[in-house]
């Protein structure tokens, strides 16, 4: 009778187990966290490298700012990677990111931030380098210095001797 007991209580613990383990493999397959953005300040036209943990299958990134969606790939430890441009039309500050996973999606609403480049044009500068009149006022420069410095010198060297 005690053994019966015995068999019957470890088969009713091992039916218990039985039927927990696909609940426990149903929530091990959790849906995609942290979806980061390095770096989280970027000026327009620049490249983002975005990561996600436990992001299954093919994932999408997505937003806004993105001259198009990214595709993820999967690498190590669960992490997928992918890297994005920002377009050069985007609108100055913070942006959200949707990352989809065949497991699930996940949305950081505060990905990154789109600064303003300065727009600075030429200002003066010559594109095509130093012209002829540029290297005339240079070197005339130049030379006035060293006849100066000449000057100067001799007129030094002529007071030692009084």
Known sequence: M?????????AAAVAVL??????????????????TVLPSVIARGGQLT???NNCSGVG?????????PVTLTNGRGGLSTGTATVSRNA???S????????????VNPNAFTVIGAVRGGLGGSSSTGATPTDMAIGGGL?????VGGGVFWMRRRAERRI
Not at 142 to 146: G, I
């Open 60 to 68: 999408t990134a997505n937003s806004d700012a993105f001259t198009a």
């Open 18 to 35: 039985g039927l927990a383990a696909p609940v426990a493999v149903a929530d091990g397959m959790t849906s995609p966290t942290n979806a």
């Open 95 to 106: 942006h959200s990111m949707t990352v989809t996973c065949s497991n699930g999606t996940v």
């Open 50 to 52: 975005i990561t996600v």
């Open 91 to 93: 609108r100055q500050g």
């Open 2 to 10: 005690r053994t019966t007991r015995a068999l019957a209580a470890s």
């Open 142 to 146: 130049v030379a006035a210095a060293l």
